[in-house]
Every structure is written in structure tokens, then in C-alpha cells.
């Protein structure tokens, strides 16, 4: 698992098509209170990457 931090300009989109346009699965996190204001759109915009996990908690979680 490689955690990858939104730096500078680019939009976490382009970062996460970028670095995961090769991996097997990519797993993205998204907040509950972007889907009550954009919608299905937060989901979109991922072309370059393959087969993809949205998750999102209630809490934070830790990864070890």
C-alpha cells in the first residue's frame, strides 16, 4: 500500500490517474459530505485508472 499526499497544484485526481494508471487496485477515500454536494460526480475522472475501491469511514482509520 503506498499513501499518497496531495501536494502543489495538481488536482488529487490527475495525481492519483498519474501514479495509479499501472496498479492492480486503487483504493480511494472520499468524504460523505462531497457526495451530498456534488454527487456521483466525485466518482468520475478516473479514466486512467483500472479497477478501483472508493471507501469512506465514519472515523478515521490507521492502515498498518
Given at each position: 500500500?503506498?499513501?499518497?499526499?496531495?501536494?502543489?497544484?495538481?488536482?488529487?485526481?490527475?495525481?492519483?490517474?498519474?501514479?495509479?494508471?499501472s496498479?492492480?487496485?486503487?483504493?480511494?477515500?472520499?468524504?460523505?459530505?462531497a457526495?451530498?454536494?456534488?454527487?456521483?460526480?466525485?466518482?468520475?475522472?478516473?479514466?486512467?485508472?483500472?479497477?478501483?475501491?472508493?471507501?469512506?469511514?465514519?472515523?478515521?482509520?490507521?492502515i498498518?
Amino acid at each position: 500500500i503506498e499513501t499518497i499526499a496531495k501536494t502543489g497544484e495538481r488536482s488529487k485526481k490527475e495525481i492519483i490517474n498519474d501514479i495509479s494508471s499501472s496498479a492492480d487496485m486503487t483504493i480511494i477515500g472520499f468524504q460523505s459530505e462531497a457526495v451530498k454536494q456534488l454527487g456521483e460526480k466525485i466518482f468520475d475522472g478516473y479514466d486512467e485508472v483500472g479497477n478501483i475501491v472508493f471507501v469512506n469511514a465514519r472515523d478515521e482509520k490507521e492502515i498498518k
